[in-house]
């Protein structure tokens, strides 16, 4: 096969090689960048829970606190209500000894009056004075007292009453305590397999920014041996191009010098037909003497060749042109190549007219062409084919 279809293939595979590996990695890569979505958006749910949680334990912190606070007052109220109950208690024992005093009493008031009450109602008279008012008085107290006792029992009743509501009051609170706090609980588990989800999520989160660095790194490497593969691509194809052209030169020297051969035969065989011709003129006329001999003799002498010696000149400076630009990646190909002195790092000027547009330098060369990098550019204008590359 030949050597200038070759190259071209080669370069096709290896470009194809790379892209392969290039779209592997931008697979992974997007792969990569889409579980990074799902984290994060994971990863403010769970922040977003993790704060609900944080205010519900601080209301319902808040809520303990304050049912705390009702528990002691309640309690202070119970102790306030049971110190009541001992004093009324207190009271109504001494009234009920007062009452059975007074019971006693008017029993034994009631003995001494039946049994001392003197015959003569004159004798009677000094000894239980106002009889009447007496035992109004002591209807009086008597009623006055056992209001004091029902009321004391209403009272002590109503205190008992009160004390169960507070203790059912108490118990509930108790209860709803302990169900607070079996929540709080709850909430600080939570709290807890949150934080260690986001602790660990944070841990994925930096090794897939890490693998996503490594790759971008290796997509970054990939590109610049891409952006060296189209150059050597485009030198390859003007290589191609330019041995296409010695080709066909080659091939119309070969035509044009078939036909001067063919053009030298025919001259050779017309030539040779005279020389016969002149061979047997020369037979028949040996007769004729020397002169006739000296005259055919100075008919076919040839003029001397004169070869003129080339003048050298030396370059001042190296001459080309811009045959292609890649403004992409920044660099142009120039019609000088190592057959005319061009070297990588060599400087060259570009030119529009009499104007210096631009400034290039050579990176790689081959026999008749060379890339070089665009160093720099003339604000307003940008390097085209067709200009002019002088080396500095």
């Not at 015959?119 to 106002?130: H, K, T």
Request: avoid cysteine; hydrophobic fraction near 40%.
């Amino acid at each position: 096969m030949d050597k200038s279809k070759i190259i071209p293939i080669i370069l096709l595979v290896i470009i194809l090689v790379v892209g392969y590996f290039a779209f592997t990695f931008y697979t992974a890569n997007k792969a990569l960048t889409d579980e990074k979505l799902k984290l994060e958006d994971t990863n403010k749910r769970l922040f977003q829970e993790r704060s609900d949680f944080e205010s519900r334990a601080v209301k319902l912190d808040a809520e303990n606190r304050e049912l705390a606070a009702k528990q002691e007052e309640v309690q202070r109220e119970l102790t306030r209500v049971e110190s009541e109950r001992a004093t009324l208690q207190k009271k109504y024992d001494d009234v009920s000894q007062q009452r059975d005093a007074l019971v006693e009493k008017l029993k034994s008031k009631s003995t001494v009056t039946a049994t001392d009450r003197p015959e003569s109602p004159d004798a009677g008279m000094p000894s239980v004075p106002n009889s009447d008012e007496y035992w109004i008085d002591f209807v009086k107290t008597k009623a006055k007292l056992e209001a004091q006792v029902d009321s004391l029992n209403k009272d002590m009743l109503d205190a008992k009453n009160k004390l169960a509501g507070m203790d059912k009051e108490a118990k509930e609170l108790s209860i709803k305590i302990d169900e607070l706090t079996k929540e709080k609980e709850r909430l600080a588990n939570d709290i807890s397999f949150k934080e260690r989800t986001l602790s660990i999520m944070s841990r994925d989160l930096v090794t897939e920014r890490e693998g996503r660095k490594i790759a971008i790194e290796e997509l970054n490497k990939l590109r610049s041996e891409n952006v060296t593969l189209k150059r050597e691509l485009i030198m390859g194809n003007k290589e191609k191009m330019q041995l296409q052209t010695a080709m066909k030169d080659t091939l119309e020297k070969k035509d044009s010098l078939e036909k001067r051969i063919g053009e030298i035969d025919r001259v050779l065989r017309e030539k040779a037909i005279t020389l016969e011709e002149l061979q047997e003129q020369m037979k028949t006329a040996v007769k004729g003497g020397k002169a006739v001999i000296a005259r055919e003799s100075a008919s076919v002498e040839l003029p001397p060749i004169v070869v003129k010696p080339g003048v050298a000149s030396g370059l001042r400076g190296i001459k080309g042109e811009t045959i292609a630009v890649n403004e992409e990646e920044k660099f142009i190909i120039v019609n000088l190549g190592e057959a005319s002195g061009v070297r990588p790092g060599v400087q060259m000027a570009v030119l529009r007219g009499d104007r210096e547009i631009g400034t290039v330098e050579i990176i790689e060369t081959r026999r008749d062409i060379s890339a070089a990098d665009i160093r720099e550019v003339v604000s307003g204008f940008t390097i085209q084919k067709g200009d002019l590359v002088v080396s500095k």
